[in-house]
């Protein structure tokens, strides 16, 4: 989030993961503006019109004691471009769970974006001792239905019109989880470490 630290989170192979710092802002909300982020945190794109409100928005969350929301910066690591975002929406720290969501904007299906989930899932497996990871997925994402499916993720049920994306859209989601207990002997995890292993101390 908003900090005066610079120091990354993570140095991997393809990627770097940051703090968002305020220079950011006209950045991220630019991204908030493609159709490919509709689904990622939507409600951003109402609450905050503009790039300022959307830095105010990130110093409040920041600054939130205990902290629900964990927001960080993907750059490639070759060129320093900013790729996506990660983040833990929903902490909830005294059932140890969070809902783990990803929005890029370039490297589909390219190891730097495979390094980056599975960094982000290790962090909040190993930082934020976590028991549970949630994730929703759009119910016309077929191809990341699939992968959910693939990688034997709990699925936990199916919400219509679950979410507010624009002024005449509402959409369905699939609720998915992870249990760190599961997390290294499930088939994502044997998958991510054979193509782009991290290191998490």
């Known amino acids: ?28 909300h630019q991204w908030l503006q493609k159709t490919i982020f509709l689904a990622y945190k939507p409600y951003l794109r109402l609450l905050c019109p503009t790039s300022i409100q959307l830095m105010a928005y990130l110093a409040m969350q920041a600054q939130a004691n205990p902290r629900t929301e964990f927001e ?21 720290e005294f059932n140890q769970k969070a809902e783990f969501s990803a929005g890029f ?32 997925v759009v119910s016309t994402n077929h191809q990341v239905l699939k992968m959910m499916q693939h990688y034997e993720f709990i ?25 760190r207990r599961d997390w290294k002997h499930s088939l994502l995890y044997q998958r991510l470490n054979r193509i782009a292993p991290v290191n998490i101390n």
């Open 72 to 92: 960080v910066l993907v750059l490639q690591k070759n060129t320093q471009t900013p790729i996506g975002l990660l983040s833990l929406s929903g902490i909830d």
């Open 1 to 28: 989030m908003i900090t005066p630290f610079s120091r990354p989170l993570f140095v991997g192979k393809y990627i770097i993961i940051r703090h968002i710092v305020p220079s950011d802002a006209l950045l991220y």
């Open 155 to 179: 699925h936990e049920g199916y919400f219509k019109e679950e979410i507010f994306v624009d002024d005449k859209q509402r959409i369905d989601l699939h609720r998915f989880a992870l249990m």
């Open 105 to 136: 904007v370039s490297g589909y299906g390219t190891r730097k974006v495979w390094e980056a989930i599975h960094a982000g899932i290790a962090l909040s497996f190993a930082h934020f001792e976590l028991h549970k990871l949630i994730a929703y």
